[in-house]
């Protein structure tokens, strides 16, 4: 089952990923809250986020287990941090938004059939929600809880520059490539750039589901830190260790075939018979290419390929063929048993239907 978070550990601290609606696909926060709590306590925690929201019920869930873990939490949007995600975004230490990024609160919304009581019980548990997150929203921003309360009320989207002047956010980054490939029409007030950002960018995965070989920069990859050694930015696989043996500089487990090969299969070009290989060319091959397998299989709507790929060290072609093969089988097949558009074939003309029509009554 595909999962809208994922978590993983890293030798100083954890990473943790919402990069989809949020409590989508059938999983709730039950999963999430359980890998956070195996997390140590004290551990640092880089929380990710590009997501429209979601389930307010788990987010409020996310929000009390973060505020709760004593280790320290850099929140970096990568995108959209909207809904019920904004509110996530309020139990880091520290709020880092790149100055293209988004940032919208506004109140709690939700569906319930059934009677009048139903209804009044649906409105009031809403209401309680709202006040939670209006105090979650001013306990950060320090301003009053009616002022909050009006720019939920009005659904309030923010950059980088409006959240920090309101104290949604502690730091402005510089601007990244996003992926806003979220459906934004649910929404009343999302800016014009981001509707036309998803425009263009649904276009762009409709005319091609996968980028070529040169396009490997992240579309929603977080902003990450230059390696002071390396001058490459660290973040999206594991790292490298450049004391370690370069024949196997990114390990076996990452697809690193061996000290002759690059991912993909690309030669390398420097064999141990004449010259030792050059470890910060190497990690900068094999983070272009993770990028690169990563960004095809964001694209193509299917993430969670992207692990197997690397463990493989499938080649982008090897990638592609694979995403395309998997989009088609996961295209619906209509069958004769759905109602079909169109004239029906058991459908007879009107001009036979009018014929057999005065023929009777002749």
């Given at each position: 089952m595909k999962s809208w978070y994922t978590i993983r550990a890293r030798g100083t601290g954890a990473e943790v990923l919402i990069y989809d609606e949020i409590g989508a696909y059938g999983v709730s926060a039950k999963g999430f809250l359980a890998e956070l709590g195996a997390l140590p306590d004290d551990a640092p925690i880089d929380l990710r986020l590009n997501s429209p929201g979601g389930s307010v019920f788990?987010?409020?869930?996310?929000?009390?287990?973060?505020?709760?873990?004593?280790?320290?939490?850099?929140?970096?949007?990568?995108?959209?941090?909207?809904?019920?995600?904004?509110?996530?975004?309020?139990?880091?230490?520290?709020?880092?938004?790149p100055e293209n990024a988004f940032l919208m609160i506004h109140d709690p919304s939700g569906i319930v059939m059934g009677t009048a009581a139903d209804m009044r019980d649906m409105a009031g548990t809403l209401d309680k929600i709202a006040a939670s997150m209006t105090r979650g929203y001013a306990l950060r921003s320090g301003r009053p809880e009616s002022e909050i309360a009006a720019l939920m009320a009005s659904e309030t989207w923010f950059d980088a520059s409006d959240a920090l002047d309101l104290g949604l956010a502690t730091r402005m980054a510089e601007p990244v490539r996003i992926a806003a490939s979220f459906d934004i029409a649910r929404f009343r007030n999302a800016p014009p750039v981001l509707a036309e950002l998803v425009t263009a960018q649904?276009?762009?995965?409709?005319?091609d589901i996968v980028p070529d070989e040169n396009d490997v920069a992240g579309c929603d990859d977080p902003p990450t830190t230059p390696d002071p050694a390396t001058k490459v930015p660290a973040g999206n696989v594991d790292q490298v260790d450049a004391t370690d043996d370069p024949s196997r500089?990114?390990?076996q487990s990452e697809g690193v075939a061996d000290e002759n090969t690059l991912p993909g299969g690309a030669e390398s070009?420097?064999?141990?018979?004449?010259?030792?290989?050059?470890?910060?060319?190497?990690?900068?091959?094999?983070?272009?290419?993770?990028?690169?397998?990563i960004d095809l299989c964001r694209l193509?709507?299917?993430?969670?390929?992207?692990?197997?790929?690397?463990e493989e060290d499938a080649g982008l072609d090897?990638?592609?063929?694979?995403?395309?093969?998997?989009?088609?089988?996961?295209?619906?097949?209509i069958t004769p048993h759905h109602p079909q558009p169109g004239r029906s074939s058991?459908?007879?003309?009107?001009?036979?239907?009018?014929?057999?029509?005065?023929?009777?009554?002749?």
């Amino acid at each position: 089952m595909k999962s809208w978070y994922t978590i993983r550990a890293r030798g100083t601290g954890a990473e943790v990923l919402i990069y989809d609606e949020i409590g989508a696909y059938g999983v709730s926060a039950k999963g999430f809250l359980a890998e956070l709590g195996a997390l140590p306590d004290d551990a640092p925690i880089d929380l990710r986020l590009n997501s429209p929201g979601g389930s307010v019920f788990d987010a409020v869930a996310i929000y009390n287990a973060l505020t709760r873990h004593a280790g320290t939490i850099t929140v970096w949007i990568d995108g959209i941090a909207a809904s019920a995600a904004s509110y996530i975004a309020m139990a880091g230490d520290e709020i880092v938004m790149p100055e293209n990024a988004f940032l919208m609160i506004h109140d709690p919304s939700g569906i319930v059939m059934g009677t009048a009581a139903d209804m009044r019980d649906m409105a009031g548990t809403l209401d309680k929600i709202a006040a939670s997150m209006t105090r979650g929203y001013a306990l950060r921003s320090g301003r009053p809880e009616s002022e909050i309360a009006a720019l939920m009320a009005s659904e309030t989207w923010f950059d980088a520059s409006d959240a920090l002047d309101l104290g949604l956010a502690t730091r402005m980054a510089e601007p990244v490539r996003i992926a806003a490939s979220f459906d934004i029409a649910r929404f009343r007030n999302a800016p014009p750039v981001l509707a036309e950002l998803v425009t263009a960018q649904s276009a762009a995965i409709g005319d091609d589901i996968v980028p070529d070989e040169n396009d490997v920069a992240g579309c929603d990859d977080p902003p990450t830190t230059p390696d002071p050694a390396t001058k490459v930015p660290a973040g999206n696989v594991d790292q490298v260790d450049a004391t370690d043996d370069p024949s196997r500089s990114h390990g076996q487990s990452e697809g690193v075939a061996d000290e002759n090969t690059l991912p993909g299969g690309a030669e390398s070009g420097v064999t141990a018979a004449n010259a030792a290989p050059d470890a910060s060319a190497i990690r900068t091959e094999v983070i272009a290419h993770a990028r690169a397998v990563i960004d095809l299989c964001r694209l193509a709507g299917q993430p969670q390929m992207a692990g197997r790929f690397l463990e493989e060290d499938a080649g982008l072609d090897a990638v592609r063929a694979q995403l395309l093969a998997a989009k088609a089988e996961a295209d619906l097949q209509i069958t004769p048993h759905h109602p079909q558009p169109g004239r029906s074939s058991t459908t007879r003309p009107w001009d036979d239907v009018i014929a057999r029509t005065f023929r009777q009554k002749g």
